[in-house]
């Protein structure tokens, strides 16, 4: 089914930020809703539909630090990008335009250049000749030496995971989304923007870029459906357009670092946890994190 609206017949908690934000009393208030991979979530995610418009109303009702991190890097982006235009903050909610258009859970010829156009877009902001703060690059890279902790019996992931350690330290840092899946992409037929930036920051340009195509392949065992050939255009889109680059091979070498890095994500609880059975999707990600480790090292 994926993602849905579920009308609210109670919106008194939300009538008094719509009114100090946007100066909206009469509205109809629906919770955004997602069944996609027979996981059914509940969002604090609201349309807004007001005489002549329409808005997005988030609560971060439970995650104070996703309000001050989303609210810190909403007000960095130059107007023009391709995020929604926020409206205002306020008592941990944030009200932002409504873009009408679908996510990328299915990507097509089309959304993988329009999505490449839009990282390109972002990283051109946020060149990668600059000097930006590193503490979030700096808390990243902890983390990734703390993953590697569980790589010990992996010889040939060890290594390649060492090498793609080093990397980070070094590698150009832009804003980045953090979570930067499909569905937090919205394509109106002419343009993809990016949305949910509460993991965003500044880091290594490559997190994103892998991240999407990590998760998405062309058979079931994929929760996103992408064929190689839309990762080429999405890659070749990003590149083309970018004003400050790496040489390709830099570029590319580093993308597949982080996508090895996704895969070993999935790998941690077969590795640290021998009682979990190694199926499918342990097969099909420890297959991939092991091609991309022998390319890395020859």
């Given amino acids: 089914m994926g993602i849905y609206l579920e009308k609210m017949e109670d919106v008194g908690a939300l009538k008094p930020v719509l009114e100090k934000l946007a100066g909206i009393s009469e ?17 604090d995610v609201f349309k807004i539909v007001y005489p002549g418009g329409a808005a997005i109303l988030k609560l971060y009702d439970e995650a104070p630090e996703a309000y001050e991190c989303e609210k810190e890097i909403y007000q960095t982006f130059p107007e023009g990008t391709p995020v929604p235009r926020v409206i205002g903050f306020s008592e941990g909610f944030m009200l932002s335009e409504f ?8 990507v097509t ?8 156009r839009s990282v390109a877009e972002i990283m051109n902001a946020f060149s990668l000749n600059k000097e930006y703060d590193r503490t979030e690059a700096d808390k990243l890279l902890v983390r990734r030496k703390e993953r590697a902790e569980f790589l010990q019996n992996e010889p040939l992931l060890k290594e390649a995971y060492a090498v793609y350690l080093a990397r980070l330290k070094n590698m150009p840092l832009t804003m980045e989304n953090g979570d930067f899946l499909p569905i937090n992409c919205i394509y109106n037929g002419d343009r993809v923007y990016i949305i949910d930036w509460e993991f965003g920051g500044f880091l290594p340009y490559a997190i994103d870029i892998a991240r999407f195509m990590a998760h ?5 065992e994929y929760t996103y459906r992408m064929t190689d050939r839309q990762k080429q255009v999405f890659m070749d889109t990003i590149y083309e357009n970018l004003h400050v680059k790496p040489d390709r091979s830099t570029f590319d070498r580093d993308i597949q670092m982080v996508l090895m890095d996704e895969m070993v994500i999935i790998l941690k609880r077969y590795l640290t946890d021998p009682t979990v059975p190694r199926e499918a999707e342990f097969n099909l990600y420890y297959s991939r994190a092991c091609d991309i480790a022998k390319k890395l090292l020859n």
Avoid: M
């Avoid at 873009?99 to 299915?106: H, Q, R, S, V, W």
């Fill in 99 to 106: 873009i009408p258009g679908d996510d990328l859970k299915e």
């Fill in 216 to 220: 998405a392949g062309e058979s079931d």
């Fill in 27 to 43: 509205f109809e208030a629906y919770r955004f809703c997602d069944d996609f991979a027979d996981v059914h979530k509940r969002y």
């Fill in 109 to 116: 010829d089309e959304t993988a250049a329009a999505v490449g």
